[in-house]
């Protein structure tokens, strides 16, 4: 579904990935995971369209988005949950939602889809009426979520969901990003929190210092040595 | 003070800060969503008076028709003045935004008051009524203009308020003022929105400039003193929000009107600058303001 190759991207002059290649497949539940500051975040910003890769190529359902404008990917179904949530602070809880739908024009889709992440999300339904900027961090985290549902995405790129979160929370985004992929819906995957999230998905990638060290099955990544010493805590 | 001249006052007040409340909404929803501080509005004030003008006077429309002609006149022009200076402008670099629009927007004013004069002249061109008779309020007897003037602001305002809060466009709008990446990545197309923003905020300006024809006739410079009156709505209030303008846009209009009992006309601008100054060095984001990013 999902495939860069051999990409490099980064801020102006500063390089930040070198010569990424990875796919996701249709349906999968796929991590990228690395420490701080290696490019996790601006992998996610490429395939989004909000930043132009220098070199190679991202295609997605057999058709070339690098270059494209973000809201032309966004169209394709590609909705990006960035780690701050970009969430429009002074609207209301279902305000945000329904402008996760504003790609579509099928006013019963929408309402159907709204039915279905206050579901997934009882939580946002008790707060629909409230404005964004007064829910708590956990709250406004399930919106951004919740919103990106709304564009009916065929791939979910969800960055650090678990940051500045309690772990019980944590645990909670966690499971719900899970039913997602059950409910048919491809999710991309990055976090700093190794441990936990080789625990839920499927597949993974390790990046470091931009480049793709290390993929494999989430099983083979937690029984490797160098990720258990480096990241795991276990010698 | 009696209550003859207390409704004297709350009533030229509410008029004139009806007009005030048009005007400046447009100028706030520019710096609100596109970060303009826009110095060209009040030629779009003054484009609405002369299209009105032409409407009435020379092809013989009735005075509603004439206001349409104004709005969607200006509408265009202003879609087209966008597209041709800051749609370029952002392409190339958005560094020191807020200057550099400004600077466009001041140079864009000249070039509009100049090609109005060049083309038009400088006789004042007005009309001696656009819908005629008077309405008694309170014991007065106010000019039925003033009071078509209003309600068509109060329309304006109320239409123009319901389309930014129920419609998927005035969310859409709402959503790159709060937030420009988060709109980009809900599929919104920016360069669309900025567009119809600026659009939108000429038409509210010509809106004015037309209701007020029989008022103030037109001419090529009239834009500076609702200009300066829209600034002062808006510094108020909160640069950027465009709710509390309706609040500030009425303050306004009263405090000039008590000004003008009080001290005499030529001190009403003084009186409220004064207040406003007074606001800012308490509040300097304005009476409603949040702090903007920059």
């Known amino acids: 579904m999902l495939k860069l190759n051999s990409v490099d991207a980064g801020y102006g002059k500063l390089g930040v990935l070198r010569n990424i290649s990875l796919n996701v497949n249709k349906g999968e539940f796929v991590a990228l995971v690395g420490p701080n500051g290696v490019g996790k975040t601006t992998s996610l910003r490429t395939i989004s369209g909000l930043i132009k890769p220098s070199k190679g190529e991202i295609t997605f359902m057999d058709q070339r988005i690098d270059g494209k404008p973000v809201q032309n990917i966004t169209k394709l179904g590609i909705s990006f949950v960035t780690d701050d949530g970009c969430l429009f602070s002074g609207m209301t809880v279902h305000e945000n939602l329904l402008l996760g739908a504003y790609i579509i024009n099928d006013k019963d889709k929408v309402k159907k889809l709204l039915k279905e992440v206050l579901e997934l999300f009882p939580r946002l339904a008790e707060r629909k009426t409230q404005t964004v900027g007064t829910l708590s961090g956990g709250e406004r985290k399930m919106v951004a979520i919740a919103r990106g549902l709304m564009s009916d995405p065929k791939l979910m790129l969800v960055d650090e969901p678990s940051l500045g979160l309690a772990p019980i929370l944590v645990l909670a985004v966690f499971e719900s990003l899970k039913e997602l992929t059950k409910r048919g819906v491809t999710v991309l995957l990055v976090e700093q929190n190794v441990n936990t999230t080789l625990k839920i998905v499927d597949r993974g990638y390790v990046i470091e210092q931009g480049e793709i060290v290390l993929e494999g099955s989430s099983k083979d990544l937690r029984e490797n040595e160098h990720i258990k010493k480096s990241y795991l805590g276990i010698e | ?294």
């Not at chain 2, 466009?169 to 197309?189: F, P, W």
Request: hydrophobic share 55%.
């Open chain 2, 1 to 294: 003070m009696d209550s003859a001249v207390v409704s004297d006052i709350l009533i030229g007040g509410v008029l004139r800060g009806g007009m005030y409340v048009l005007m400046a909404m447009g100028l706030s929803l520019v710096f609100g969503v596109m970060k303009i501080p826009n110095f060209a509005h009040g030629e779009f004030y003054m484009i609405g008076a002369y299209l009105c003008y032409f409407s009435v006077a020379v092809w013989g429309l009735p005075a509603p028709v004439a206001i349409i002609v104004a709005a969607l006149g200006a509408f265009m022009i202003g879609a087209i003045i966008e597209r041709i200076t800051f749609y370029p402008l952002r392409k190339r670099s958005q560094g020191n935004w807020i200057l550099n629009s400004f600077l466009v927007t001041a140079g864009l004013s000249f070039v509009l008051q100049n090609l109005a004069q060049g083309w038009l002249g400088v006789t004042f061109r007005g009309v001696p009524q656009l819908w005629g008779g008077t309405l008694a309020i309170g014991g007065m007897h106010i000019s039925m203009d003033r009071v078509m003037a209003f309600g068509i602001a109060m329309s304006t305002v109320t239409v123009f308020w319901l389309f930014l809060k129920k419609t998927k466009t005035g969310s859409a709008i709402r959503a790159v003022s709060e937030h420009e990446t988060g709109a980009k990545l809900m599929g919104i197309n920016l360069n669309t929105i900025h567009t119809l923003t600026f659009a939108l905020s000429c038409m509210l300006a010509a809106i004015a400039g037309a209701a007020l024809l029989s008022i103030i006739p037109a001419s090529p410079f009239m834009g500076l003193q609702p200009l300066y009156k829209s600034w002062f709505v808006v510094i108020l209030v909160g640069l950027g929000n465009i709710e509390a303008v309706i609040i500030g846009g009425f303050m306004v209009g009263i405090i000039e009107m008590v000004a003008s009992y009080n001290f005499g006309a030529g001190f009403q601008d003084v009186i409220s600058l004064s207040i406003i100054i007074l606001v800012l060095l308490f509040k300097p984001s304005g009476l409603f303001g949040k702090k903007l990013k920059v």
